[in-house]
C-alpha cells in the first residue's frame, strides 16, 4: 500500500514516533487524561515487533503523563497479504471506559471472561462457497420476450465476465498496489466466484433480474472490500431496471448497464472524474447508446459500450484521486490506473464478446 509518505527504513522507535505525532496531534491529550492503545498487526509482522512498537507508545505517553487504562497488542484487523502495523488510540471518559471494560466473550475480542470460560467449536466455512438462497420466483406472464439476451445468455455472459476476472486476477492487484492494499484482483475473483456458485444453484426458470438479485446477495455476502455492497448495489438496481422483462434487446441491455452504473454511484457516490469504476461505467453507457440510437444491434452496441469503457479506464491514468483509499496520494496517484475501472472494463468487454459470438 502506498501510505502518505515514502521515506528510508527506520527504527522502530523512530517509526512509533512518526505514527504518533498525528495522533497525539489530533486527540490533544492533556496531563491525567486515560486512554486505551491498540497496536494491530496486518498479517506478519510477529508478535515481538508489535511489542517493540507497544514499548514506545507506552513511553511517549508516559512523558505526557497520560495514562494507559487498557493495550491490546495483536492481530485483531489483518488484511490480505499485508505486512506491517496499525496504532490506535482512544481517549477515555468515565463511560467509555465503563463500556470498554464491560466483560464480552467474542471471536475477535474477549474481556473479563476468564480463562475458564467453555469455547463453542469454530465452524470453518469458506465465503465464496457459502450456500445462498435463491431469489424468489416472480410470475413471469406478462414480461416483454423480446430480445437476443435470454436468461441463458445472460448465464454465459456471467460466466464469461467471471473469467476473464480470474484470469487477470494478478493484474488488477498490481493496479490496486500502486493506488491501494493490492487486493483488487483478490476481492474481485472472490466476488465471482461467489456469483458463480450462485448461478449454478439458480434454477434455470429464473429471469434475468432474479439472477441479479441473487449475484448482488452473493458478492455482498461474500466480499468484504467495498466492491462487496457497490456491486450488490449495481446489480440489484440493473435487475430492477429491466424487471418487466425476460429477454433483453439492445434497448433493455443498455438500460441495465445504466441501472449498474446508478446502483454503484448510489451506494459510493462517485462521479465521472474521481477516478474511480464510475470512470468506466459512464463511457461505456454513453458509447452504447450512441450505436444504440444508430440502429445497431445489441451486440453492436455492448462492443462500442466495451470500447467506451476501456478508454475510460485508460483515462483514469491521468486523473488524481478523489474517492476512496487512493485519495490520500494526492496528486501521487496520477499516473496509475484505477483498478475499478479496469475491472469494469474487463466484464463489460466479455460481456461484449459472449454476445457478439452468438
Known amino acids: 500500500e502506498p501510505g502518505i509518505a515514502s521515506i528510508p527504513a527506520e527504527s522502530a522507535d523512530a ?14 491529550l492533556n496531563e491525567g487524561d486515560k486512554v486505551a492503545v491498540l497496536v494491530n498487526g496486518l498479517g506478519s509482522t510477529t508478535l515481538l515487533e508489535l511489542y517493540l512498537l507497544h514499548r514506545r507508545v507506552a ?20 488484511s490480505l497479504e499485508m505486512a506491517g502495523a496499525s496504532v490506535s488510540l482512544m481517549k477515555l471518559d468515565k463511560d467509555l471506559q465503563r463500556w470498554l471494560d464491560h466483560p464480552c466473550d467474542t471471536p475477535a475480542l474477549r474481556v473479563g471472561t476468564g480463562q475458564n470460560t467453555v469455547k463453542q467449536p469454530v465452524r470453518h466455512t469458506s465465503r465464496q462457497h457459502a450456500h445462498i438462497k ?8 406478462g414480461l416483454d420476450r423480446s430480445g437476443q439476451i435470454t436468461p441463458d445468455v445472460f448465464r454465459d455472459m456471467m460466466a464469461a465476465s467471471a473469467e476473464a476476472i480470474f484470469s487477470q486476477r494478478n493484474y488488477l ?11 483488487h484482483g483478490i476481492t474481485m475473483e472472490i466476488g465471482w466466484k461467489a456469483a458463480l456458485a450462485l448461478v449454478e444453484q439458480t434454477d434455470h426458470t429464473a429471469t434475468i433480474s432474479e439472477l441479479c438479485e441473487g449475484i448482488g446477495q452473493a458478492f455482498l455476502d461474500a466480499v468484504g472490500a467495498s466492491v462487496g455492497p457497490l456491486y450488490a448495489s449495481g446489480f440489484n438496481a440493473a435487475g430492477e431496471a429491466v424487471g418487466d422483462r ?61 470500447q467506451g469503457a476501456s478508454t475510460g479506464a485508460n483515462a483514469t491514468t491521468q486523473m488524481q484521486s478523489n474517492r476512496g483509499r487512493s485519495k490520500k496520494l494526492g496528486k501521487r496517484s496520477i499516473g496509475h490506473k484505477d483498478p475499478g475501472a479496469a475491472s469494469a472494463a474487463i466484464m463489460i468487454t466479455a460481456w461484449a464478446e459472449t454476445v457478439q459470438s452468438l
Open 15 to 28: 517509526v512509533t514516533d512518526r505514527l504518533m505525532q498525528p495522533i497525539l496531534a489530533e486527540l490533544a
Open 59 to 78: 513511553k511517549v505517553l508516559d512523558a505526557q503523563k497520560v495514562a494507559i487504562h487498557h493495550s491490546w497488542v495483536g492481530e485483531y484487523c489483518t
Open 134 to 141: 435463491e431469489p424468489k420466483k416472480r410470475d413471469k406472464s
Open 173 to 183: 492487484c498490481e493496479l490496486d498496489g500502486d493506488l491501494g492494499d493490492g487486493d
Open 246 to 306: 425476460l429477454n433483453l434487446d439492445a434497448r433493455a441491455m443498455i438500460a441495465w448497464l445504466d441501472g449498474m452504473a446508478q446502483g454503484i454511484t448510489a451506494r459510493g457516490g462517485a462521479a465521472v472524474g474521481d477516478k474511480t469504476m464510475i470512470d468506466a461505467w459512464e463511457p461505456a453507457i454513453a458509447a452504447a447508446t450512441i450505436r444504440f440510437e444508430q440502429g445497431a444491434s445489441v451486440g453492436d452496441c455492448l462492443m462500442a459500450g466495451a
